[in-house]
């Protein structure tokens, strides 16, 4: 299974899940003072600091752990186990992240009706009653999204890994050193979007304040919907 044979993996995106939790649960007044207070600012940006540091520690136990011919560079036949975990964790990743994503840009649009219309407004109170019905909706929908790319990877493997390693291996020498690898699994770096792309996957969640939501653009995932509303993910 992805989690026994990735633990590093599971753990980093367990970090990036804790980093989508704390940015939905502020809202729109926390990140307009984050934004533009300065003692803020530099507190949220130590904190990213942090996160970034906690991740970059991972992503270096995950390159060890995939370096299984001890060479301390990750070969084109270690690359393509690492990228399938990859692919596999992330997709898990989004199956709980997703449900977090929707509800927080519903919320907000709600918060944003009620400031025009008031709080009474009937249009906002019947848009907080059917809020559980968009989210479960918007969750599915993200699931059948998920499928279809984590099939398509697996599908096209083969170009997939080699696009991917295309873009980490910045020198162009046949391997991947660890320093390319954590450039590309550093959130808000450029190289990552790149390689999630390349994978077929979608954006990461950013850390900025400046992104004003609490993931990256649209959500994929896997899992079940549970009569509650919440994903129980499934790993591949």
């Given at each position: 299974?992805?989690?026994?044979?990735?633990?590093?993996?599971?753990?980093?995106?367990?970090?990036?899940?804790?980093?989508?939790?704390?940015?939905?649960?502020?809202?729109?007044?926390?990140?307009?003072?984050?934004?533009?207070?300065?003692?803020?600012?530099?507190e949220f940006e130590k904190k990213t600091e942090d996160?970034?540091?906690?991740?970059?520690?991972?992503?270096?136990?995950?390159?060890?752990?995939?370096?299984?011919?001890?060479?301390?560079?990750?070969?084109?036949?270690?690359?393509?186990?690492?990228?399938?975990?990859?692919?596999?964790?992330?997709?898990?990743?989004?199956?709980?992240?997703?449900?977090?994503?929707?509800?927080?840009?519903?919320?907000?649009?709600?918060?944003?009706?009620?400031?025009?219309?008031?709080?009474?407004?009937?249009?906002?109170?019947?848009?907080?009653?059917?809020?559980g019905k968009e989210v479960e909706k918007g969750v599915?929908?993200?699931?059948?999204?998920?499928?279809?790319?984590?099939?398509?990877?697996?599908?096209?493997?083969?170009?997939?890994?080699?696009?991917?390693?295309?873009?980490?291996?910045?020198?162009?020498?046949?391997?991947?050193?660890?320093?390319?690898?954590?450039?590309?699994?550093?959130?808000?770096?450029?190289?990552?979007?790149?390689?999630?792309?390349?994978?077929?996957?979608?954006?990461?969640?950013?850390?900025?304040?400046?992104?004003?939501?609490?993931?990256?653009?649209?959500?994929?995932?896997?899992?079940?919907?549970?009569?509650?509303?919440?994903?129980?993910?499934?790993?591949?």
């Amino acid at each position: 299974m992805a989690a026994l044979s990735a633990p590093y993996l599971k753990e980093y995106f367990e970090v990036i899940k804790d980093m989508v939790d704390g940015l939905a649960s502020m809202d729109m007044g926390q990140m307009m003072a984050m934004a533009f207070d300065p003692e803020l600012k530099k507190e949220f940006e130590k904190k990213t600091e942090d996160r970034n540091a906690q991740l970059k520690e991972l992503v270096t136990k995950s390159f060890k752990h995939h370096d299984t011919k001890d060479t301390n560079v990750l070969d084109k036949e270690e690359a393509t186990v690492f990228f399938a975990h990859l692919v596999d964790e992330q997709t898990c990743f989004i199956a709980a992240v997703a449900q977090i994503a929707i509800k927080k840009s519903i919320e907000m649009g709600i918060q944003m009706m009620a400031g025009f219309m008031g709080e009474d407004s009937a249009d906002v109170q019947e848009a907080k009653k059917t809020m559980g019905k968009e989210v479960e909706k918007g969750v599915k929908e993200a699931k059948e999204n998920a499928q279809k790319a984590h099939e398509d990877y697996k599908k096209n493997k083969v170009d997939r890994d080699a696009a991917a390693f295309k873009v980490i291996d910045v020198n162009n020498d046949g391997t991947i050193q660890l320093e390319e690898l954590i450039a590309a699994m550093t959130p808000d770096n450029p190289k990552m979007n790149a390689l999630m792309a390349a994978l077929g996957i979608t954006e990461m969640p950013t850390s900025g304040a400046e992104s004003g939501g609490a993931g990256g653009g649209n959500v994929r995932m896997t899992g079940d919907v549970q009569a509650d509303g919440n994903v129980e993910c499934k790993q591949q």
